[in-house]
């Protein structure tokens, strides 16, 4: 396994509000007009512990919620991807209404494919983050 590590994300808002957000996809909805749309990515399906998306070339890729520590983790399994992989979302709180977040993917990547996907894949942990960092956590 291949492990990636975001940069450390500052989040307005408490642990506990950001962890009960993200340990639902549904709360996607409130969110769909901060995600970015472009040509390589479409098709986003969502429910309460599965996620799917359509990423140009490589297809669809699901994610399913696996497991959630309140208020502190929130693990992923990859589900109908290419790729197997798990993501863990590790949140601490700083302050009452700052929370830090930090994503780590292990990836299931032969050496020829690491190569291929490492830095892009990188670069969208790094780019995930930030977006979840851009969003509006308050109550």
Known sequence: MTTFESK???LKG??????????????????EGNIPENDSIKNLVYEKDRCE??????GKIGVRIIERIPYSQINL?????PIKF???INLQEVTEDETQLKIIVAADLNPLLKGMVGTPLQKFIDML???????????
């Open 8 to 10: 450390i994300t500052p």
């Open 14 to 31: 408490s642990q506990e509000k950001v962890f009960d957000v993200l340990s639902d996809f549904n709360n996607l909805s409130r969110f």
């Open 53 to 58: 998306i359509t990423v140009n070339p490589v």
């Open 77 to 81: 399994q990859s589900e109908n991807s």
């Open 86 to 88: 798990t993501m863990s």
């Open 129 to 139: 983050a930030a977006q979840i960092g851009s969003l509006p956590f308050e109550k």
